[in-house]
Nanobody
Framework: QVQLVESGGGLVQAGGSLRLSCVGSGRAFTRSTMGWFRQAPGKEREFVTAISWNGGATNYLTSVKGRFTISRDNAKSTVYLQMNDLEPEDTAVYFC???????????????????WGQGTQVTVSS
């Protein structure tokens, strides 16, 4: 298991940027695929992006490609989500998650993730 804590959410105008951070504790972090998911009000949780344990492979939801970038620093047990050119449709609670199940986690299967953070709110105003 990995304990995860997200930060960096907030209120931003459309076209703005935010960077989310997720700090993990536990030895398993460096061996885990890390993912970001989001859940908007009244909607199901959806996959946003994932990164392999060594950062060598990334996968993105189509609607965020070219705007969002996932990265990780295993020395700091931290995964980041840089979000640029934000749109009101990006408004949601964002969760980071850890998985030891490859490739399901990389492909965005939420059931493959065993550890979840508490979430951080991102609100984009028009």
């Amino acid at each position: 298991q990995v304990q995860l804590v997200e930060s960096g959410g907030g209120l931003v105008q459309a076209g703005g940027s935010l960077r989310l951070s997720c700090v993990g504790s536990g030895r398993a972090f460096t061996r885990s695929t890390m993912g970001w998911f989001r859940q908007a009000p009244g909607k199901e949780r959806e996959f946003v992006t994932a990164i392999s344990w060594n950062g060598g492979a990334t996968n993105y939801l189509t609607s965020v490609k070219g705007r969002f970038t996932i990265s990780r620093d295993n020395a700091k047990s931290t995964v980041y989500l840089q979000m640029n050119d934000l749109e009101p449709e990006d408004t949601a609670v964002y969760f980071c998650a850890a998985s030891s199940d490859w490739p399901s986690s990389y492909q965005g299967d939420s059931a493959a993730y065993h550890s979840w953070g508490q979430g951080t709110q991102v609100t984009v105003s028009s």
